[in-house]
């Protein structure tokens, strides 16, 4: 399984973006989770939030009501949507998939930067 992320550019804080992430050479259904993560500038890579394979949700509480996780089937993508985003939210953001139970999330995309302006 591949992942390409895309869709992070830079804008003014109140502003929104939605990112993508492409799936190739499985379903989306058949990963048990996808999930966004977010590197800031001298900070650990952090977990946004993810999807499973029931349709599940979970996000952090520093984006809970902001951020929306979703997947598309028939695109076999998973889209982050980020809404009033703050200057906080400034970071290079991954999406990484869970193959299988006994496996974490072991497979990541390449980064997409979102800078948001104060």
């Known amino acids: 399984v591949q992942l390409q992320a895309c869709g992070g550019g830079l804008v003014q804080a109140g502003g929104s973006l939605r990112l993508s992430c492409a799936v190739s050479?499985?379903?989306?259904?058949?990963?048990?989770?996808v999930a966004w993560f977010r590197q800031a500038p001298g900070k650990q890579r952090e977990l946004v939030a993810t999807?499973?394979?029931?349709?599940?949700?979970d996000y952090a509480d520093s984006v809970k009501g902001r951020f929306t996780i979703s997947g598309d089937n028939a695109k076999n993508t998973v889209d982050l949507q980020m809404n009033t985003l703050k200057p906080e939210d400034t970071a290079v953001y991954y999406c990484?998939?869970?193959?299988?139970?006994?496996?974490?999330?072991?497979?990541w995309g390449q980064g997409t930067l979102v800078t948001v302006s104060s």
């Open positions: 999807i499973s394979r029931d349709g599940s949700t």
């Open positions: 990484s998939a869970k193959p299988g139970y006994l496996r974490g999330y072991d497979v």
């Open positions: 050479g499985r379903s989306i259904t058949s990963l048990i989770a």
